[in-house]
T-cell receptor, first 112, second 113 residues
Framework: QKEVEQNSGPLSVPEGAIASLNCTYSDRGSQSFFWYRQYSGKSPELIMSIYSNGDKEDGRFTAQLNKASQYVSLLIRDSQPSDSATYLCAVNEASGTYKYIFGTGTRLKVLA | SQTIHQWPATLVQPVGSPLSLECTVE??????LYWYRQAAGRGLQLLFYSVGIGQISSEVPQNLSASRPQDRQFILSSKKLLLSDSGFYLC????????????FGPGTRLTVT
């Protein structure tokens, strides 16, 4: 069973702090990795994609990928109350089925 | 960029009634299309995906079915709804051949009573 594991949280951070969200995956052949933000009652919104080992920065968000450790993380700098949401990690299934495996999400609370 | 439309936005249906949810995609051709269900407080469950017209792969052997009558149209159906079919139904799209980002529609919230 291919899996993506995330800590369900809630992860509480004060406003202005760095929030660190982590994800591990079991499918060693996965090549594409994604972070989604999902507000309560809304659909997931893609915020970052990463395909190569290392860091990728986009504004206040940095995605980090370590394929050897099968680990993906998302850092949110200068966290704002509006960042409070559930963050989903997703990876593509390596078997060429065009499927994506989603974690169950980490709930982030940014405290004002 | 892709835009995904879903309707209806909310639906309340009695047990045993039929279901038809529709999804259409703009801004890309020959997309890979997906139906997911998200139960309250739970993760995303892949129900069906399609890599082309008439090509449907089923992940969940339940009372649901999917069809893709046109390149950018994906339909989720049921002949008789169960209470367990309640949830948030999401259509998603990925551009064929990459990039591989998957985008979601606004979703349909289904309550079976």
């Amino acid at each position: 069973q291919k899996e993506v594991e995330q800590n369900s949280g809630p992860l509480s951070v004060p406003e202005g702090a760095i929030a660190s969200l982590n994800c591990t995956y079991s499918d060693r052949g996965s090549q594409s990795f994604f972070w989604y933000r999902q507000y309560s009652g809304k659909s997931p919104e893609l915020i970052m994609s990463i395909y190569s080992n290392g860091d990728k920065e986009d504004g206040r968000f940095t995605a980090q990928l370590n394929k050897a450790s099968q680990y993906v993380s998302l850092l949110i700098r200068d966290s704002q109350p509006s960042d409070s949401a559930t963050y989903l990690c997703a990876v593509n299934e390596a078997s060429g089925t065009y499927k994506y495996i989603f974690g169950t999400g980490t709930r982030l609370k940014v405290l004002a | 960029s892709q835009t995904i439309h879903q309707w209806p936005a909310t639906l309340v249906q009695p047990v045993g009634s039929p279901l038809s949810l529709e999804c259409t995609v703009e801004g890309t051709s020959n997309p890979n299309l997906y139906w997911y269900r998200q139960a309250a407080g739970r993760g995303l469950q892949l129900l069906f995906y399609s890599v082309g017209i008439g090509q449907i792969s089923s992940e969940v052997p339940q009372n649901l079915s999917a069809s893709r009558p046109q390149d950018r149209q994906f339909i989720l159906s049921s002949k008789k709804l169960l209470l367990s079919d309640s949830g948030f139904y999401l259509c998603a799209s990925t551009s064929a051949g990459g990039p591989y980002e998957q985008y979601f529609g606004p979703g349909t919230r289904l309550t079976v009573t």
